[in-house]
């Protein structure tokens, strides 16, 4: 499965606002970059991206934010394998969980919704006596390309 598909341009924000989350300019710029992304951002990134949209947006702001989308279930963050050292990516909820498969040669990302990993979760808060809010599951190895 590719990235999430890009989402309406506004969703981030018309659920924060809807739970009384001022919207400043600059937090507009950040949900548009986040909503729009075509692959996992790390705080940098979205900083960058952001800036061109608001140069007044700045790194406090970029990290002030995440934390509140995370407060609010709209993001996840990745340490996707630690490839990248300790860096720390982002990308917003689908609905769904799903795997992340990392491949340790060419850095590719590649997401997997699996009706197998959902039963797994089931048993988990069954067998277990667990209520699961969060499941996430990272997975290194080669992709076909990087096989050959």
Known sequence: MPFP???I???LQSQLSERGVRMTAQRRAILSVIETAK?????SSILRKAQKMDATVDRSTVYRTLELLKRHGAIDELDLMHMEG???FYERKTGRDHLHMACLRCGKITEFESELFEDLKKQLERDCRFHILVARLEVGGYCAACRK
């Open 39 to 43: 692959k996992h951002l790390d705080a």
């Open 5 to 7: 598909q890009t989402e």
């Open 86 to 88: 300790e860096r720390h």
């Open 9 to 11: 341009p506004g969703r």
